[in-house]
């Protein structure tokens, strides 16, 4: 063992050098221990400064023993006081973080995502993975180098360290098949809500990127870190199971409209028994509802674009006659809906027709309204002072207003109206400010069986469950890039991150229904915090709680978690 100074970044590292059965080089194992300041002088960082704590707090122990084996029998009873400090140094030593790697523990159990690991990696690999989820979870994305930590303040599945070089290992060996055998073993294993899914919901989200070596990475336009290249993923979410169903990666320069044709290929692969489908509008178009609806026989549940011709003569049949009327009034959504049976002729790509028979729901938020027409005028006016001063300081031309050459809000409301050779004036367009006036507060869902507007508003909502796990994984796991520099350890990181999502999920359903005790009172980082600070200790080789709080207790009743006082030896146990 000797110490190492990097003399870029003066980081400290110990380097161990160890040797394996049947390779001729010596290998290295490299633990960073702090790092120099300008004056030379070495900062430790924390992992040093626990494992010196925990060096000292040996010592102490093996000095005690020593001194108590030196003892008679009849002295070592009597002294009660050499005994109890054993006692409570050998408990220190040994107290570790278990509450929250406990609960996380029983839900993955629970849900079916241990037996379905074990099955598809099997045990000893599906501990490693597992561990590795707890940590991203824990750690909100944290380097997988610093699992080292981890291990040292928490009980988790796999009970040892996992170096940087085995989890980069662990990651590769993690591959689309098995990825959907996961998802194919949970919905054998895992709880059943109903034979058959009442529907699934699909979305997609952009993941940026620094690495321009992954092959899944492209310019796109995405809405976060627009500067960086994208790569996307597509997720189910089925009301079976109530979580992801699946998911796969797809590059980042293919827009969602186009992902449709691998969803259903996807589906029929995996035996998915959906019977409606649940889109947003950036799936909206006459093609997927043709291929869904015709072709596949799924009842198709969509939200419409404001542009379409068939929004707009739906709107104007629909328009003023529900807008006032109590018996149009949908209480659970406070929203006023009415249904419109409408003929659409679908065409395919070689121009044959196919009429089906759809309906429209046609909704009317009267605050979403109210808020939204502020907005729109801010937004014009923003835009016409940008332009106008784009134009004076000559970074726009007037030729090139004139022919709509420039980016801003609500191009589309706009007019150019040209006063001289080198002037113009930005003007609002009366007309088209108003058509996009009548628009504000309303939406429009087809769907394409006999529903009512609460039935179907009902369901299109119930699909926030597909953008909940972006979210979570996004927010909660702190997900925005993958921090991968290879296509081969790319599929393991989202595979790991995804899992952690889905166990966050839950954490988050559960909060929502027992709104009163958790979310009321708590934050979910402060949840997980309540439920970090359970610990354990070792005595005698066996393991045992400390005390538990009356919160810590209540977290655990509302996630279905069984009481930890009575958990005795590993978490692997508790399974």
């Given at each position: 063992?000797?110490?190492?100074?990097?003399?870029?970044?003066?980081?400290?590292?110990e380097i161990t050098a160890y040797r394996v059965s049947g390779e001729k080089?010596?290998?290295?194992?490299?633990?960073?221990?702090?790092?120099?300041?300008?004056?030379?002088?070495?900062?430790?960082?924390?992992?040093?400064?626990?494992?010196?704590?925990?060096?000292?707090?040996?010592?102490?122990?093996?000095?005690?023993?020593?001194?108590?084996?030196?003892?008679?029998?009849?002295?070592?009873?009597?002294?009660?006081?050499?005994?109890?400090?054993?006692?409570?140094?050998?408990?220190?030593?040994?107290?570790?973080?278990?509450?929250?790697?406990?609960?996380?523990?029983?839900?993955?159990?629970?849900?079916?995502?241990?037996?379905?690991?074990?099955?598809?990696?099997?045990?000893?690999?599906?501990?490693?993975?597992?561990?590795?989820?707890?940590?991203?979870?824990?750690?909100?994305?944290?380097?997988?180098?610093?699992?080292?930590?981890?291990?040292?303040?928490?009980?988790?599945?796999?009970?040892?360290?996992?170096?940087?070089?085995?989890?980069?290992?662990?990651?590769?060996?993690?591959?689309?098949?098995?990825?959907?055998?996961?998802?194919?073993?949970?919905?054998?294993?895992?709880?059943?809500?109903?034979?058959?899914?009442?529907?699934?919901?699909?979305?997609?989200?952009?993941?940026?990127?620094?690495?321009?070596?992954?092959?899944?990475?492209?310019?796109?336009?995405?809405?976060?870190?627009?500067?960086?290249?994208?790569?996307?993923?597509?997720?189910?979410?089925?009301?079976?199971?109530?979580?992801?169903?699946?998911?796969?990666?797809?590059?980042?320069?293919?827009?969602?409209?186009?992902?449709?044709?691998?969803?259903?290929?996807?589906?029929?692969?995996?035996?998915?028994?959906?019977?409606?489908?649940?889109?947003?509008?950036?799936?909206?178009?006459?093609?997927?509802?043709?291929?869904?609806?015709?072709?596949?026989?799924?009842?198709?549940?969509?939200?419409?674009?404001?542009?379409?011709?068939?929004?707009?003569?739906?709107?104007?049949?629909?328009?003023?006659?529900?807008?006032?009327?109590?018996?149009?009034?949908?209480?659970?959504?406070?929203?006023?809906?009415?249904?419109?049976?409408?003929?659409?002729?679908?065409?395919?790509?070689?121009?044959?027709?196919?009429?089906?028979?759809?309906?429209?729901?046609?909704?009317?938020?009267?605050?979403?309204?109210?808020?939204?027409?502020?907005?729109?005028?801010?937004?014009?006016?923003?835009?016409?002072?940008?332009?106008?001063?784009?134009?004076?300081?000559?970074?726009?031309?007037?030729?090139?207003?004139?022919?709509?050459?420039?980016?801003?809000?609500?191009?589309?409301?706009?007019?150019?109206?040209?006063?001289?050779?080198?002037?113009?004036?930005?003007?609002?367009?009366?007309?088209?400010?108003?058509?996009?006036?009548?628009?504000?507060?309303?939406?429009?869902?087809?769907?394409?069986?006999?529903?009512?507007?609460?039935?179907?508003?009902?369901?299109?909502?119930?699909?926030?469950?597909?953008?909940?796990?972006?979210?979570?994984?996004?927010?909660?796991?702190?997900?925005?890039?993958?921090?991968?520099?290879?296509?081969?350890?790319?599929?393991?990181?989202?595979?790991?991150?995804?899992?952690?999502?889905?166990?966050?999920?839950?954490?988050?359903?559960?909060?929502?229904?027992?709104?009163?005790?958790?979310?009321?009172?708590?934050?979910?980082?402060?949840?997980?915090?309540?439920?970090?600070?359970?610990?354990?200790?070792?005595?005698?080789?066996?393991?045992?709680?400390?005390?538990?709080?009356?919160?810590?207790?209540?977290?655990?009743?509302?996630?279905?978690?069984?009481?930890?006082?009575?958990?005795?030896?590993?978490?692997?146990?508790?399974?």
């Amino acid at each position: 063992m000797f110490p190492y100074t990097d003399k870029k970044t003066g980081a400290v590292f110990e380097i161990t050098a160890y040797r394996v059965s049947g390779e001729k080089n010596p290998k290295q194992h490299k633990v960073c221990i702090g790092k120099r300041d300008k004056d030379g002088k070495f900062i430790p960082n924390k992992f040093y400064i626990e494992r010196t704590k925990k060096e000292e707090l040996e010592s102490k122990v093996a000095e005690l023993q020593a001194q108590l084996d030196s003892t008679s029998k009849e002295a070592k009873k009597n002294d009660k006081e050499v005994k109890a400090l054993s006692t409570v140094i050998s408990s220190v030593s040994g107290k570790k973080k278990t509450g929250l790697t406990y609960a996380l523990d029983h839900i993955a159990t629970v849900e079916g995502f241990v037996s379905a690991l074990y099955a598809v990696f099997g045990e000893k690999l599906a501990n490693k993975i597992l561990s590795l989820s707890y940590y991203v979870l824990v750690t909100k994305n944290g380097a997988l180098d610093d699992f080292s930590f981890f291990d040292m303040s928490h009980v988790h599945p796999c009970g040892s360290d996992i170096s940087s070089s085995e989890s980069s290992a662990i990651l590769a060996s993690i591959q689309a098949e098995h990825v959907n055998g996961f998802f194919k073993a949970i919905r054998k294993t895992g709880p059943s809500r109903g034979g058959e899914d009442h529907f699934c919901a699909f979305d997609g989200s952009a993941f940026s990127s620094y690495s321009d070596d992954l092959s899944e990475v492209e310019v796109s336009k995405g809405k976060q870190d627009p500067e960086l290249k994208h790569f996307g993923m597509a997720a189910v979410y089925s009301s079976r199971e109530g979580r992801c169903a699946y998911y796969r990666l797809y590059r980042g320069n293919i827009p969602d409209i186009k992902t449709i044709d691998n969803f259903v290929d996807v589906a029929k692969a995996m035996g998915f028994n959906f019977r409606r489908v649940a889109l947003d509008r950036g799936y909206c178009a006459y093609n997927n509802l043709l291929r869904l609806y015709n072709e596949c026989h799924y009842d198709v549940i969509m939200c419409m674009k404001s542009n379409m011709v068939v929004f707009k003569d739906a709107l104007e049949s629909a328009k003023g006659t529900f807008e006032e009327d109590c018996t149009h009034y949908i209480g659970n959504h406070e929203v006023y809906g009415k249904t419109i049976r409408q003929e659409l002729v679908l065409t395919d790509e070689e121009d044959k027709k196919y009429p089906i028979k759809a309906y429209m729901h046609v909704y009317y938020d009267k605050r979403k309204a109210a808020d939204q027409e502020p907005k729109l005028y801010a937004e014009l006016e923003d835009s016409l002072t940008k332009l106008t001063d784009m134009v004076q300081q000559k970074e726009l031309s007037v030729k090139d207003a004139q022919k709509g050459k420039f980016k801003c809000k609500r191009k589309s409301l706009i007019t150019v109206r040209k006063t001289g050779n080198s002037t113009c004036v930005f003007e609002m367009n009366t007309k088209a400010v108003d058509e996009a006036r009548g628009k504000l507060g309303y939406f429009m869902i087809l769907s394409t069986e006999d529903l009512s507007a609460s039935q179907v508003l009902d369901i299109y909502r119930a699909k926030d469950g597909v953008e909940r796990i972006f979210n979570n994984v996004k927010n909660d796991i702190g997900f925005d890039r993958p921090a991968v520099k290879t296509d081969a350890t790319l599929e393991g990181k989202v595979f790991i991150v995804m899992l952690a999502g889905m166990l966050s999920t839950h954490i988050r359903n559960a909060m929502r229904v027992h709104r009163k005790e958790l979310t009321r009172k708590m934050t979910y980082n402060k949840l997980l915090k309540e439920l970090e600070y359970m610990y354990t200790f070792t005595i005698k080789g066996k393991t045992k709680w400390c005390e538990i709080s009356e919160r810590q207790a209540l977290i655990l009743k509302c996630l279905d978690v069984p009481p930890a006082c009575g958990a005795e030896g590993s978490q692997g146990k508790n399974r």
